[in-house]
């Protein structure tokens, strides 16, 4: 169940845009913070490999999370 709805703001290529936060969007921004967290440890001991993992995990949780927030659920796109 989301805690915000504001209903359909307008529409961006063919993607209505919503604001809505649900559980699963904060799960995922609070998945991309600590991600944050990570790669900051990860660039002060100078580990690449945890570099990496981390920004790949900052982008992809962070992007579904905007997205999620932003749609009102899981976003339909390339359909």
Do not use: C, Q
């Amino acid at each position: 169940m989301p805690f915000i709805d504001t209903g359909k703001l307008f529409e961006i290529g063919g993607v209505s845009i919503h604001i809505g936060i649900n559980t699963f969007s904060l799960l995922m921004l609070m998945i991309s913070i600590v991600g944050v967290w990570g790669l900051v440890a990860a660039v002060k001991n100078k580990n690449l490999l945890a570099v990496l993992f981390s920004l790949a995990t900052v982008a992809t949780f962070g992007f579904f999370a905007i997205a999620t927030i932003f749609t009102y659920g899981y976003p339909d796109l390339g359909h």
